[in-house]
């Protein structure tokens, strides 16, 4: 089973469009992330949620909205997409007071032409 | 400057050589991460440290809290250790990310 899945893993997408990307972890745990990958394989994170609540709201366009319909899962939803938008999106989660570390999902390879 | 410095940027290593990855962090944390980033793109969460020393198989990171440094070593290194390793910190539930160590071992 897979821990932390997305979907999709590949989404090209025309300029202007609205997407959105899922995710969902099996792992029981409170907290969830996005994080987006740039072309120069620099991570940054993008918001953070703990226990269905926005902790964590980077300085991205509102545009970009998630929403975390219950602990288990944070979807990602762009809207009027742009070129500048092309990167991977790595949803993780973890848990709070842990030992072991984040768990990430295989990511979504969003191309914007 | 980032908050997150790693060095080397990429590092080229004959198979069997020890390797060591440097990560100097500038803002208060509560625990450091060590990630791999393999070709294919998946990341993989290798340590999480808040102190002291960890060891998983050939794989050993060391913090020194003090001075805000931490290191990544790999033992007896293999051709499948080659990848981007990354080192992040951890501050409330915020990651800051280095922008990784490339490293390519050579059979």
């Known amino acids: 089973d897979t821990a932390v899945s997305q979907t999709p893993k590949y989404l090209v997408t025309q300029m202007g469009n609205d997407k959105s990307i899922k995710c969902e972890q099996n792992l029981g745990h409170d907290t969830m992330y996005w994080y987006k990958q740039d072309s120069k394989k620099f991570l940054k994170i993008m918001f953070s949620?703990?226990?269905?609540?926005?902790?964590i709201n980077e300085t991205v366009p509102n545009r970009f909205s998630p929403k975390s319909p219950d602990k288990a899962h944070l979807n990602l939803h762009i809207n009027s997409l742009e070129l500048g938008d092309s990167a991977v999106y790595f949803c993780?989660?973890?848990?709070?007071?842990?030992?072991?570390?984040?768990?990430f999902g295989s990511g979504t390879r969003l191309t914007v032409v | 400057k980032n908050e997150v410095e790693q060095s080397p940027q990429n590092l080229t290593a004959q198979e069997g050589e020890f390797i060591t990855i440097n990560c100097s962090y500038s803002v208060g944390i509560s625990a450091l991460h060590w990630l791999q980033q393999h070709p294919g793109g998946g990341i993989v969460s290798l340590f999480m440290?808040?102190?002291g020393k960890k060891k998983h198989g050939r794989l050993i990171a060391t913090i020194n809290i003090q001075e805000k440094h931490s290191s990544l070593h790999i033992t007896a290194s293999h051709p499948r250790d080659s990848a981007v390793y990354i080192c992040?910190?951890?501050?409330?539930?915020?990651?800051?990310f280095g922008k990784g160590t490339l490293l390519t071992v050579n059979p």
């Open positions: 992040a910190v951890k501050n409330n539930y915020k990651l800051t």
């Open positions: 440290l808040s102190s």
């Open positions: 949620y703990n226990n269905k609540e926005l902790i």
């Open positions: 993780a989660s973890s848990q709070d007071g842990s030992h072991y570390g984040y768990t």
